[in-house]
């Protein structure tokens, strides 16, 4: 392996911190749900080829007087954790594990893997990958998820396996700078907008249930999912209605608010839309096969009257989900990275009230080898100083997976559960 030395763009020192500061929040957690049979040793030398290949994962995070970088001095190889499987869905009870143990990212790899092998008289287990932030994104994540089994099932076919090492993804700010010259008044014009909107419009906040330090907080998974006919008719209503599948999706999360939160009036409410910004650079590194973090987000703020129907809201979203991208503000949050860092020691935060993240279909093979593909989705941890709602939702096999996570006891269990009931009341008084 060669040897590494790389200072962390903002937007990576930004998630490093959120690693440190808000106990492991921003972990990036895919699930693997594979039916076939597994050896230790199979899952062992296809970690260490995925090391091989990919740079960052041979690298930790070293602090030095003028900022931090990623090295690979004396790396480890990734971690394995084997779980015993004593129950059903026990993966739910591993990733919430997994979200509430922060990676040492001062001496270990960035990334580590729980392996739940099959129960007695069952062929289904489950892999779990965890990775910082700073290197990855869930594209990048589910794509690693992907050449993790093509090795698995080439070793156990007995094929050699060799790799070549990729190079390491610049970030990509570096791509961004130079998209548009313009970007850096268009930011302070945006940031002057968003402070404004928070005078004057006022919008919903959610209050904590019980405040309390991130060290004494609780990441929490609720796992949800559209089976395949479900899919297909929310799909045929979106085109029908003239919008996407994150539309409706964003709809269903403002309606939940509004229930939820029990708002008798009209209501503004800000949330934000990740984007995969990969899709609007030149480069290539601008590939779901370089690791790296390459997303950004559009940050929508929504009004909401009594008379809002659901597809009125979801056709409005994907009109400000476009009117955002036209004028680049995906990618305004990865080169306002040292912004939010300066605001974030200063104890500062946007408040957000939700964050969602539909990475669309998963162009994942089913079958590899002997192995077959169940289902494959991800999840973040959610600490944080303010209470907020996480949605990352994947379509795979045909059919929707959401996944929410939140920070316990900011929003209580009882409370989370009465807004995804809410939200997925909205989903089938849509017509699903």
């Known amino acids: 392996?060669?040897?590494?030395?790389?200072?962390?763009?903002?937007?990576?020192?930004?998630?490093?911190?959120?690693?440190?500061?808000?106990?492991?929040?921003?972990?990036?957690?895919?699930?693997?749900?594979?039916?076939?049979?597994?050896?230790?040793?199979?899952?062992?030398?296809?970690?260490?080829?995925?090391?091989?290949?990919?740079?960052?994962?041979?690298?930790?995070?070293?602090?030095?007087?003028?900022?931090?970088?990623?090295?690979?001095?004396?790396?480890?190889?990734?971690?394995?954790?084997?779980?015993?499987?004593?129950?059903?869905?026990?993966?739910?009870?591993?990733?919430?594990?997994?979200?509430?143990?922060?990676?040492d990212s001062l001496r270990s790899p960035l990334i580590k893997l729980a392996y739940i092998p099959a129960a007695i008289g069952s062929d289904l287990f489950d892999l779990i990958f965890t990775i910082h932030h700073s290197i990855s994104d869930g594209v990048s994540l589910i794509q690693l998820c992907r050449e993790?089994?093509?090795?698995?099932?080439?070793?156990?076919?007995?094929?050699?396996?060799e790799v070549d090492q990729l190079p390491v993804s610049p970030p990509v700010e570096k791509f961004l700078a130079k998209v548009s010259t313009v970007?850096?008044?268009?930011?302070?014009?945006f940031q002057l907008k968003l402070i404004l909107n928070q005078l004057l419009k006022k919008t919903v906040q959610l209050s904590?249930?019980?405040?309390?330090?991130?060290?004494?907080?609780?990441?929490?998974?609720?796992?949800h999912f559209l089976n395949e006919k479900q899919t297909k008719q929310l799909c045929q209503l979106c085109k029908k209605e003239q919008t996407t599948v994150t539309g409706a999706l964003n709809a269903a999360m403002i309606l939940a608010f509004k229930k939820q939160l029990a708002i008798a009036g009209n209501v503004y409410i800000n949330g934000v839309i990740a984007?995969?910004?990969?899709?609007?650079?030149?480069?290539?590194?601008?590939?779901?096969?370089?690791?790296g973090l390459m997303s950004g987000g559009l940050l929508i703020t929504e009004y909401i009257s009594n008379n809002?129907?659901?597809?009125?809201?979801?056709?409005?979203?994907?009109?400000?989900?476009?009117?955002?991208?036209?004028?680049?503000?995906?990618?305004?949050?990865?080169?306002?990275?040292?912004?939010?860092?300066?605001?974030?020691k200063k104890g500062k935060i946007f408040?957000?009230?939700?964050?969602?993240?539909?990475?669309?279909?998963?162009?994942?093979?089913?079958?590899?080898?002997?192995?077959?593909?169940?289902?494959?989705?991800?999840?973040?941890?959610?600490?944080?100083?303010?209470?907020?709602l996480i949605l990352h939702c994947t379509t795979f096999r045909s059919k929707l997976y959401l996944n929410f996570s939140y920070a316990e006891p900011l929003i209580s269990a009882q409370r989370a559960q009465s807004f995804i009931d809410c939200f997925m009341s909205s989903i089938y008084e849509a017509g699903i």
């Not at 597809?311 to 990618?331: D, G, T, V």
């Not at 957000?352 to 991800?378: A, C, F, P, R, T």
């Open 148 to 161: 993790f089994l093509n090795y698995c099932a080439s070793i156990t076919d007995g094929k050699q396996v």
């Open 208 to 223: 904590a249930d019980v405040n309390c330090p991130v060290s004494e907080q609780k990441s929490r998974l609720i796992h």
């Open 183 to 189: 970007l850096p008044l268009r930011i302070l014009l």
């Open 351 to 388: 408040p957000q009230v939700y964050i969602l993240s539909n990475l669309g279909q998963i162009n994942q093979s089913k079958k590899y080898g002997s192995l077959e593909l169940i289902e494959n989705h991800i999840t973040i941890s959610s600490r944080n100083y303010r209470p907020s």
């Open 1 to 103: 392996m060669k040897n590494y030395s790389y200072k962390l763009a903002p937007l990576q020192e930004e998630f490093e911190l959120y690693q440190t500061e808000l106990e492991g929040a921003g972990l990036t957690i895919a699930l693997m749900r594979v039916r076939g049979s597994l050896e230790i040793q199979v899952i062992k030398q296809s970690l260490f080829l995925l090391q091989q290949r990919h740079p960052y994962l041979q690298m930790h995070i070293a602090k030095n007087t003028d900022g931090m970088y990623f090295v690979t001095q004396e790396i480890n190889e990734i971690p394995l954790r084997i779980v015993e499987k004593t129950k059903e869905n026990q993966w739910l009870e591993v990733i919430e594990e997994e979200l509430n143990h922060k990676i």
């Open 308 to 344: 809002s129907s659901f597809w009125q809201i979801a056709k409005s979203s994907r009109q400000k989900i476009e009117q955002c991208l036209a004028n680049k503000q995906n990618f305004y949050i990865p080169l306002s990275a040292q912004s939010r860092i300066y605001s974030f």
């Open 275 to 291: 984007v995969d910004n990969r899709k609007f650079i030149q480069s290539e590194f601008a590939h779901e096969q370089n690791l």
